[in-house]
């Protein structure tokens, strides 16, 4: 519980792109093209947030960033496949 | 190795997967896109294959379209838009002609506007706009998204236009199955306008191709009637399955998989105790959440 109000203002600042995300993807979605540019910038923006939430860590892994970006663009094909299909 | 262990191997840390859940592990996240990759491309095949399985699942109506419409001006305090049978020829024909030529955009690629269709059919306009949607499975689904977009509610809520004319047709549109709405708005030459409080509407000396909902006010030409004949709307009934709601099912699922088993994960984690090399589960579970999220609010259809 300690560890995680100290890593507070990082949990919020993702959960802050997070939430810009979502409501990027609500406000223009008459804007496929939009769409696509906010997923890619909120993915972008969380694989950075990984890395550097690790490296202030002092726990920054090769493997640690594949995940992050394994996760990422796992979330960009779920989001490109519904974007495009729609 | 056990179904058991199989599925504890998979699904929860454990010394077999290193603490770590099978399916968490970077190389089964990059498997599990490459899936979904693979998912769309059959989608994509059996849609040719078999389009009257899979397909763009239809039933709009022109007079769902024309109430639904009305019912947003009424609410914005505007008179309700009248049907005119030849503005609903000319949107017939608009759209018939984009699936004849293949094209997705308000002027064909020959250069044929709009406003030809409406000239051609013989209504003579001081106003007139267009909005167009493809591949919606509702009526409230196409009407919502364009009034979610500025450009194309300005045109609903337009108090210069007097009449409407709705075209639905259903075809091969550059490959894919679609369902095409046109909407067109129109006052009649001659007909005064009950109410202009604010003049919003643009004048534009020609017509530009704008990709944006048009919008113009432009006094028509001598009225030629052209003799074409407007094909009956199609019927898309038979289609059974939905490319895009089978696009959503897969989606949902394999995110609510990976969100069920990172919070289990989560749980043991904290609860043994266990240190690892590897990313934040709960920075994983709110990207995650966040797609959800997203999967469950998009839905089909496009609007230009």
């Given at each position: 519980m300690k560890k995680f109000a100290r890593d507070l203002p990082h949990f919020l600042t993702l959960f802050g792109i997070l939430f810009a995300g979502f409501i990027g993807f609500t406000l223009f979605s008459y804007d496929k093209g939009f769409q696509i540019a906010v997923a890619i910038a909120t993915a972008s923006s969380y694989v950075i947030w990984g890395v550097m939430h690790h490296f202030l860590h002092k726990d920054l892994h090769f493997e640690t960033f594949i995940e992050y970006l394994a996760v990422a663009i796992l979330g960009l094909t779920i989001l490109f496949s519904l974007v495009i299909r729609g | 190795m056990s179904v058991v262990k199989t599925l504890v191997h998979l699904f929860l840390p454990h010394e077999s997967n290193n603490q770590k859940a099978k399916i968490l592990h970077s190389s089964s996240l990059w498997l599990i896109a490459v899936f979904v990759i693979f998912s769309q491309i059959i989608i994509s095949g059996a849609s040719k294959v078999f389009p009257s399985v899979l397909g763009c699942a239809s039933s709009i109506s022109p007079e769902e379209v024309i109430r639904l419409t009305n019912e947003q001006r009424l609410q914005n305090g505007l008179n309700a838009l009248s049907e005119n049978s030849t503005l609903s020829s000319a949107a017939q024909a608009k759209g018939t002609d984009m699936l004849n030529k293949g094209y997705w955009a308000h002027?064909?690629?020959?250069?044929?506007?709009?406003w030809s269709f409406f000239i051609n059919f013989g209504y003579r306009y001081t106003f007139a706009g267009e909005n167009l949607a493809r591949d919606f499975c509702s009526a409230s689904d196409a009407v919502n998204a364009w009034m979610n977009s500025p450009s194309h509610k300005e045109n609903i809520l337009s108090?210069?236009?007097k009449e409407i004319g709705i075209g639905v047709v259903q075809g091969n549109l550059a490959g894919s199955d679609s369902t095409i709405i046109v909407q067109f708005f129109g006052a009649r030459a001659g007909e005064t306008v009950a109410?202009?409080?604010?003049?919003?509407a643009q004048t534009l000396p020609s017509p530009s191709p704008v990709p944006v909902a048009a919008l113009q006010i432009q006094s028509t030409p001598q009225p030629t009637i052209a003799a074409t004949t407007v094909p009956e709307v199609g019927s898309?009934?038979?289609?059974?399955?939905s490319p895009f709601k089978t696009t959503k099912d897969v989606s949902l699922a394999v995110t609510g998989l990976l969100l069920a088993v990172l919070s289990i994960d989560l749980i043991i984690v904290r609860r043994r105790r266990i240190v690892r090399i590897g990313g934040r589960t709960l920075a994983h579970i709110a990207f995650l959440g966040m797609i959800l999220a997203v999967v469950l609010i998009l839905k089909a259809g496009r609007i230009i």
């Open positions: - | 002027f064909a690629p020959d250069g044929t506007s709009p108090p210069n236009y109410s202009i409080p604010v003049a919003k898309a009934s038979s289609i059974l399955v």
